[in-house]
């Protein structure tokens, strides 16, 4: 029996659900608010783990093609001390595939290709129906119903309420973005301290990284503890004022770091917010989450893996399965339960050895995760 089932969200775990089930010759609806997939920057690159990102690729029987897209030198990492001295320099073997960079642009393309995505479809309110299934409220006062409703639309998930009133928490930690264009020839030593991957510098509760992407663009982060209401007499819209107290706030450090905010043409406050480590409900049939929507956590690699691994898992299970549409469902929760629940122990804990009052914190989570 074809299920109608409808995905709210047009991110890697949505695209991964809905093209392993288009694989399976099982249509899927995507709502996504954006009037269309150029309406915004589609954000930095991604590192796509083998086991994870890489498998779900692989389900949707596209991992050949996120190869010949993929970024195996972007896995360099670069460490400095405040002061610019190197203390750790890691470059990729050349067959090293263990975690290859890619555009979220090119991976959004790759995934988007035969899929029936319904763009400036914003959704309100997802509501479980009496014995099943679920409606979806739009936001121009339209409603659909279907038999699944999967909820991939991120850390401030409309689709969430449906099956859990818990909301996003602060983690004390505050994020500034900011990017670099034609890095290589307008700021060539910049391009040589970054290398083909990444360059970070950490010192106390606070961390400058560069992360080149493809064709010579490099996004810049700059992190630090502070109140959520700490920039009350700063105007974050203006790029000027926010420079000037980034660069305040950086005081003291190696001029190349600092010059990666010095050059940043705008600025994107981003306050970094997780679910609880270990946040499950109690099954509803007819909807469920996925990705962030499910177990937002710190962003250090895994959240976009894990979402499009559950997408193609959950998929998958759908499309092969024999049994009840809900029955699927219900074990998909459990095992995604299970596994997010400890990436998001991990991710918690790397945040606060990152930004830590003591950078060797800092120094020894990257140790523990990069091969020797």
């Given at each position: 029996m074809r299920h109608r089932i409808a995905v709210v969200g047009s991110g890697p775990g949505g695209l991964s659900f809905a093209r392993v089930l288009h694989r399976h010759g099982h249509p899927a609806t995507v709502f996504e608010r954006d009037p269309g997939p150029d309406a915004r920057p589609p954000g930095g690159t991604l590192d796509l783990q083998e086991g994870l990102g890489q498998l779900a690729l692989d389900k949707a029987g596209l991992l050949t093609e996120f190869q010949s897209l993929s970024r195996p030198e972007g896995q360099a990492m670069r460490i400095l001390d405040t002061d610019g001295t190197v203390l750790r320099d890691w470059r990729p073997r050349p067959d090293d595939r263990a975690r290859p960079e890619i555009d979220r642009r090119h991976l959004r393309d790759l995934l988007l290709d035969?899929?029936?995505?319904?763009?400036?479809?914003?959704?309100?309110?997802?509501?479980?129906?009496?014995?099943?299934?679920?409606?979806?409220?739009?936001?121009?006062?339209?409603?659909?119903?279907?038999?699944?409703?999967?909820?991939?639309?991120?850390?401030?998930?409309?689709?969430?309420?449906?099956?859990?009133?818990?909301?996003?928490h602060y983690t004390g930690v505050t994020s500034f973005e900011t990017f670099l264009d034609d890095v290589d020839t307008r700021h060539p030593d910049l391009a040589r301290l970054i290398g083909d991957g990444s360059v970070a510098a950490y010192g106390a509760n606070r961390s400058v990284v560069a992360q080149r992407n493809s064709g010579g663009h490099v996004k810049v982060y700059a992190k630090f503890r502070a109140p959520l209401d700490w920039h009350t007499n700063l105007d974050l819209a203006d790029v000027e004022a926010v420079r000037a107290s980034l660069l305040a706030l950086f005081d003291g450090w190696a001029a190349p770091v600092l010059d990666l905010l010095r050059h940043g043409t705008a600025f994107i406050h981003r306050p970094l917010y997780t679910l609880p480590v270990s946040h499950t409900w109690t099954h509803v049939p007819g909807v469920t989450l996925l990705g962030d929507a499910a177990h937002l956590m710190p962003p250090l690699g895994a959240g976009a893996n894990l979402a499009m691994l559950e997408g193609a898992e959950l998929a998958e299970?759908?499309?092969?399965?024999?049994?009840?549409?809900d029955d699927a469902v219900r074990a998909f929760e459990e095992r995604m339960w299970a596994r997010a629940g400890r990436w998001a122990q991990i991710t918690t804990a790397g945040l606060e050895r990152l930004v830590s009052p003591d950078p060797a914190e800092a120094l020894a989570q990257f140790d523990a995760v990069q091969p020797s």
């Amino acid at each position: 029996m074809r299920h109608r089932i409808a995905v709210v969200g047009s991110g890697p775990g949505g695209l991964s659900f809905a093209r392993v089930l288009h694989r399976h010759g099982h249509p899927a609806t995507v709502f996504e608010r954006d009037p269309g997939p150029d309406a915004r920057p589609p954000g930095g690159t991604l590192d796509l783990q083998e086991g994870l990102g890489q498998l779900a690729l692989d389900k949707a029987g596209l991992l050949t093609e996120f190869q010949s897209l993929s970024r195996p030198e972007g896995q360099a990492m670069r460490i400095l001390d405040t002061d610019g001295t190197v203390l750790r320099d890691w470059r990729p073997r050349p067959d090293d595939r263990a975690r290859p960079e890619i555009d979220r642009r090119h991976l959004r393309d790759l995934l988007l290709d035969p899929l029936d995505v319904q763009w400036g479809r914003s959704v309100t309110q997802v509501v479980p129906g009496p014995t099943g299934g679920a409606q979806i409220h739009f936001a121009d006062g339209r409603q659909e119903s279907f038999d699944l409703a999967v909820g991939a639309d991120g850390a401030w998930s409309r689709t969430r309420p449906a099956v859990s009133p818990v909301t996003p928490h602060y983690t004390g930690v505050t994020s500034f973005e900011t990017f670099l264009d034609d890095v290589d020839t307008r700021h060539p030593d910049l391009a040589r301290l970054i290398g083909d991957g990444s360059v970070a510098a950490y010192g106390a509760n606070r961390s400058v990284v560069a992360q080149r992407n493809s064709g010579g663009h490099v996004k810049v982060y700059a992190k630090f503890r502070a109140p959520l209401d700490w920039h009350t007499n700063l105007d974050l819209a203006d790029v000027e004022a926010v420079r000037a107290s980034l660069l305040a706030l950086f005081d003291g450090w190696a001029a190349p770091v600092l010059d990666l905010l010095r050059h940043g043409t705008a600025f994107i406050h981003r306050p970094l917010y997780t679910l609880p480590v270990s946040h499950t409900w109690t099954h509803v049939p007819g909807v469920t989450l996925l990705g962030d929507a499910a177990h937002l956590m710190p962003p250090l690699g895994a959240g976009a893996n894990l979402a499009m691994l559950e997408g193609a898992e959950l998929a998958e299970s759908i499309a092969t399965g024999d049994g009840d549409l809900d029955d699927a469902v219900r074990a998909f929760e459990e095992r995604m339960w299970a596994r997010a629940g400890r990436w998001a122990q991990i991710t918690t804990a790397g945040l606060e050895r990152l930004v830590s009052p003591d950078p060797a914190e800092a120094l020894a989570q990257f140790d523990a995760v990069q091969p020797s």
